[in-house]
């Protein structure tokens, strides 16, 4: 059937004559906009709080929020902020920049109501905001008095190096852990974190319980107790002891945990630490796994640790199995012919043994292990088995001590963040130690640059002054390892004055 199609006839504007669809007011939109203001009786300028110190915003009556300029955090406050805007219906809303430094914050909102009868007007208007600087309680509580905390947390490992500490600082620097700690400081075996509240330091603790095997316990000290309002104030106290096994450590398992694991080892090798210890066979390539309340349980300590491996050279490599992978990492077994790097000129000694490293090494080449011929052993795991035969040298790692003597003194290409923290000088602390500690942090980042399952969990930030040779392919050798730029984050572009003060905050 044919039908017309219907067409819409246009119409005059009533008052200024142009030519437009026909509406119940017959005008035009910015004649009807003239004619009605949909906001008035909506805040054009308001007034909010900021807190500079931990840069938090006031939500009346006693809330602060935390959020960033022109963030959508911010964004939403701003807006629930303003009173009658249920009056009309919220379409868009959008920053105006400012300058930084100005106190004020635009906002640029566009609404839409119903005027006349059945006649929809929209119309954008600016709100500006008046930030005042405000402390909020718990900022006004450590600046009057920087020792008034109420939870501590107290992270300690009973070991001899602070390997572990590097890497749970940059863990606590990209997952934002510590951004409730009100003061850091160093200790002589761990690190202390000072909280104005209860709950930040339990939020804490959990968190340090997801990345590394632990042992909590705490205690409450009693400050003040008021009898007419019955309340009590305390101080808190987490004791958090980090398991004193590390990666590359040799373990001797007890008998019973050997035994619970399936016949495992008993000589294996710590091959990862997280919430669970990784264990490595590094004879028959298997591999099993200890969570915090097995390691507790029935603890036991490293028979060799990192500090102790020694340096060989291998003299011949000859492969006895093909490549075996075990949790995504691929091992071939291996005899080998191995001679201290320190024996050279001394004596003729050369060890024929059995390694997992057959598809790293090669004849030529230096790896790092753990001299158990020449080690005095007083382990009494060890004395538990026997018969056991104790191999002269378990191999842990390829070495490229050699290759980088050519780049000492070279800039990396990356660089590290770093938290704010005090140093104990009442004790052993980092005063006296700075030689240890910066050959223990440069071990650190030889251990990244080697080992791309160790760096996965962390942020990497590129180094703006660091500037690539021509010939470093040439000089520096081609097989050296190193991190990709693909893996390494652009740092925020800072202005002068922040980078300045940040400047310390970067470690390369």
């Known amino acids: 059937m044919f039908a017309v199609a219907q067409t819409i006839g246009n119409v005059l504007c009533c008052k200024c004559g142009i030519l437009m669809q026909p509406n119940t007011a017959n005008m035009c939109a910015r004649c009807l906009g003239s004619e009605e203001d949909i906001t008035e009786g909506l805040q054009k300028h308001v007034i909010i709080h900021h807190c500079a110190e931990c840069d938090t915003y006031l939500q009346p009556p006693n809330t602060w929020i935390k959020?960033?300029?022109?963030?959508?955090?911010?964004?939403?406050?701003?807006?629930?902020?303003?009173?009658?805007?249920?009056?009309?219906?919220?379409?868009?809303?959008?920053?105006i920049w400012t300058e930084p430094h100005s106190k004020r914050i635009k906002v640029k909102?566009?609404?839409?109501?119903?005027?006349?009868?059945?006649?929809?007007?929209?119309?954008?208007?600016?709100?500006?905001?008046?930030?005042?600087?405000?402390?909020?309680?718990?900022?006004?509580?450590?600046?009057?008095?920087?020792?008034?905390?109420?939870?501590?947390?107290?992270?300690?490992?009973?070991?001899?190096?602070?390997?572990?500490?590097?890497?749970?600082?940059?863990?606590?620097?990209?997952?934002?852990?510590?951004?409730h700690a009100i003061r850091i400081k160093q200790m002589d075996q761990g690190i202390d974190f000072f909280f104005n509240n209860r709950s930040h330091g339990v939020k804490f603790v959990d968190f340090v319980g997801n990345v590394a095997p632990i042992k909590r316990r705490n205690d409450k000290q009693l400050v003040s107790h008021d009898r007419k309002?019955?309340?009590?104030?305390?101080?808190?106290?987490?004791?958090?002891?980090?398991?004193?096994?590390?990666?590359?450590?040799?373990?001797?398992?007890?008998?019973?945990?050997?035994?619970?694991?399936?016949?495992?080892?008993?000589?294996?090798?710590?091959?990862?630490?997280?919430?669970?210890i990784a264990l490595l066979d590094p004879f028959a390539l298997r591999q099993s796994f200890l969570n915090a309340d097995q390691y507790w349980g029935?603890?036991?300590?490293?028979?060799?640790?990192?500090?102790?491996?020694?340096?060989?050279?291998?003299?011949?490599?000859?492969?006895?199995?093909?490549?075996i992978n075990v949790s995504?990492?691929?091992?071939?077994?291996?005899?080998?012919?191995?001679?201290?790097v320190s024996d050279f000129g001394k004596n003729d000694t050369i060890f024929n043994i059995r390694t997992h490293l057959g598809h790293l090494l090669r004849p030529g080449d230096n790896a790092l292990g753990y001299d158990l011929y020449g080690a005095n052993n007083n382990d009494t795991e060890l004395d538990k088995y026997k018969g056991l035969v104790i191999p002269d040298?378990?191999?842990?790692?390829?070495?490229?001590?050699?290759?980088?003597?050519?780049?000492?003194?070279?800039?990396?290409?990356w660089k590290l963040k770093s938290l704010d923290m005090e140093v104990d000088d009442t004790g052993r602390g980092r005063g006296g130690n700075?030689?240890?500690?910066?050959?223990?942090?440069?071990?650190?980042?030889?251990?990244?640059?080697?080992n791309p399952d160790l760096r996965f969990n962390l942020?990497?930030?590129?180094?703006?002054?660091?500037?690539?040779?021509?010939?470093?392919?040439?000089?520096?050798?081609?097989?050296?390892?190193?991190?990709?730029?693909?893996?390494?984050?652009?740092?925020?572009?800072?202005?002068?004055?922040?980078?300045?003060?940040?400047?310390?905050?970067?470690?390369?």
């Not at 309002?229 to 050997?258: G, H, M, Q, W």
């Not at 700075?434 to 080697?450: G, I, T």
Request: glycine fraction near 2%; hydrophobic fraction near 35%; include cysteine.
């Open 67 to 95: 959020a960033q300029l022109e963030s959508k955090e911010l964004l939403t406050f701003c807006v629930k902020r303003l009173k009658n805007l249920n009056k009309v219906r919220l379409v868009h809303a959008e920053f």
């Open 109 to 179: 909102l566009t609404v839409q109501k119903e005027v006349l009868s059945a006649t929809v007007l929209e119309q954008a208007f600016t709100v500006e905001y008046v930030v005042q600087d405000q402390m909020c309680e718990s900022c006004m509580r450590v600046q009057a008095n920087p020792d008034q905390w109420i939870a501590v947390v107290q992270l300690r490992q009973r070991v001899s190096h602070r390997r572990t500490f590097f890497y749970l600082e940059q863990l606590i620097l990209k997952h934002d852990a510590a951004k």
């Open 229 to 276: 309002s019955n309340t009590y104030n305390y101080k808190y106290t987490f004791l958090v002891e980090i398991c004193p096994i590390c990666r590359e450590d040799l373990i001797c398992l007890p008998p019973k945990v050997a035994i619970g694991l399936g016949n495992f080892g008993p000589l294996v090798i710590c091959h990862k630490v997280s919430n669970n």
């Open 298 to 323: 029935l603890p036991f300590k490293a028979l060799l640790s990192s500090r102790q491996l020694v340096e060989y050279i291998v003299l011949d490599i000859e492969a006895v199995s093909y490549e």
């Open 328 to 340: 995504g990492f691929n091992y071939i077994l291996a005899d080998a012919q191995v001679a201290r």
């Open 393 to 413: 040298v378990i191999l842990i790692k390829k070495s490229y001590e050699e290759k980088r003597q050519r780049k000492r003194g070279k800039p990396r290409s």
């Open 434 to 450: 700075d030689e240890k500690m910066n050959s223990e942090y440069e071990q650190f980042l030889r251990d990244l640059e080697e």
């Open 459 to 508: 942020s990497l930030y590129r180094n703006k002054e660091y500037e690539p040779s021509k010939m470093a392919s040439v000089t520096d050798g081609g097989d050296l390892p190193s991190i990709p730029l693909d893996e390494l984050l652009a740092d925020l572009d800072l202005s002068d004055e922040e980078e300045d003060e940040n400047d310390d905050c970067m470690r390369e």
